[in-house]
């Protein structure tokens, strides 16, 4: 067992190291070190030489943000005429923050910002969204062209490391996240523990957190290698959490992995697959699987990602932490938007009702909602919108069927993009408005839909939650407060006290009462 662990800590260590070439030759390694010429040795003596020139080599730490200029500062003048400096901070793409960190601590004065969306709750280098000119950055690289030209080991990669890899990288890591997609069989008696009829997100919320149970040997958080192997395991096994979970709901026999297939294609077979027949792989639906996997595998400090981050921050295993990114993914207002979408199409029906549910749209008076245009961050269209929409033609033509809500999606979102009041306020389709779509093309229940955005996802998570970890400043995320509440009270006992009564029920012709009572009670 301890050297299935120590062979198994080299290949992530060479993964790792860009320092030396290596081909495989049969039973040897040929490695090319910048100091030596062509030299063959066995796979055992390489990977000693490659652990030692490597062991010390991560993503670049992230350098402390500084203000590099003595008048990079901002001046803050308080009501009483108290006036202090803060340093001023600027982004890479030139976005300028405001250091208030010795805020508190200098001035006992704390900023207000509920939901944070003024607030930089960290530094990071893994993923930008230029709002207002729709672009989405993975490392640097736009997402559409990651999206048709790479593939979603290679985005695991970069989004880990920080670079796509090289042939023998990619190889390498490919072939951990492929040997770390089963699971304990002792984690499988937890899948036949839920109902039938449970939720997938609640087992995937139990089970992926239940993981640290079965780990052990990965739960150092201040080891590099244990973060590494902690990420692998996560990263592999969640599509294979995600299919139990669903034939756990569905109550169908679990299907086990197959090493021979590719990441997309392991989800679906263990989805589909049914012991009594065999199941054909449709290179259309890995396609777009792949896609999705892709599209939604990071998007900046989002609510579960800041969760990840701040139940990171306490040292809190990684399985617990990804666990906890699933159950803030699991709110309808995060992850679960695609499927509101199709309960939107579902409810318009037909084209000819179009007009109709925009001008409920448009009515503040009116409850109803568009859902799948706009985002919190996107002033401008999408851009993972317009790969997603390319997916479902392509989905759609490979089954040869048409889709009505499909034809009803491209119709109201013409109309919507060219209606004055969605341009002015710049309400274009979102990623989420199209995956529904291509997701129930392609057999996967709506039940399943957040639960893939988590295996998407999952990679995001780790990832931020590594880059956290291993920042020298990091410390325990701790909001404040702005307290409104009651100050200092006098404690009363009991049999003092007044009794307030809940209100009455209202009802229709009626005004809803409130009824105070001062109750005496004896001493007895």
Known sequence: RQRRRQRRSIIIIIIMSSDCEAKENGDYWTM??????????????????????????TVPALSEPKHTLDDDTVTVTLPDGTSFKLPYLKSSDGKGAIDIRGMYSKHDLVTYDPGFTSTCSCH????????????????????????TKSDFMEVTHLLLYGELPTPLQKKLHTRQLVRHTMVHEKLIQFFRGFKSDAHPMAIMVGVVGALSSFYHDS?????????????????????????????????????????????????????????AEKYELRPEFVKAIEIFL?????????????????????WANPFA?????????????????????????????SK?????????????????RLMGFGHRVYKNYDPRARVMRKVCYDVL??????????DLAIELEQAAVKDEYFQKRKLFPNVDFYSGIA?????????????????????????????????????????????????????????ERTEVLPPEPETKGQHSRRLSVTVKTNAN
């Open 294 to 314: 892709i599209l939604h595998a990071d998007h900046e400090q989002n609510a579960s990602t800041s969760t990840v981050r701040i139940a990171g921050s306490s």
């Open 32 to 57: 090319n070190w910048p100091w030596k010429d062509g030299k063959t040795v066995d796979k055992g003596e390489a990977a000693k030489q490659v652990a030692a020139a490597s062991a010390a080599k």
């Open 352 to 368: 000819d009702r179009i007009p109709e549910y925009l001008a409920k749209a448009k009515d503040k008076n009116s409850s109803f």
């Open 321 to 349: 932490c990804i666990a906890s990114g699933i159950a803030a993914l699991w709110g309808p207002a995060h992850g679960g938007a695609n499927e509101a979408v199709l309960s939107m199409l579902e409810e318009i029906g």
């Open 397 to 406: 033509d490979a089954i040869g069927e048409k889709d009505p809500l499909l």
């Open 124 to 147: 990071s280098s893994i993923t930008l969204i230029k709002g207002g000119e729709g672009v989405l950055l993975y490392r640097g690289y736009e997402i559409d062209e990651l999206a």
């Open 219 to 275: 739960l150092d958080v201040e080891n590099a290698g244990h973060r590494a192997l902690s990420a692998y395991r996560l990263i592999a096994k969640m599509p294979t959490i995600a299919a139990m979970a669903y034939k756990t709901s569905v109550g169908q026999p679990i299907v086990y992995p197959r090493n021979d297939l590719s990441y997309a294609e392991n989800f679906l077979y263990m989805m589909f697959a049914i012991p």
């Open 439 to 495: 997701l129930r093309a392609m057999g996967i229940p709506v039940s399943m839909f957040t639960v893939l955005f988590a295996v998407a996802r999952t990679v995001g998570w780790i990832s931020q939650w590594k880059e956290m970890v291993e920042d020298p400043k990091h410390r325990i995320g701790r909001p404040r407060q702005l307290y409104q509440g009651p100050l200092q009270r006098k404690f009363q006992p009991l049999e």
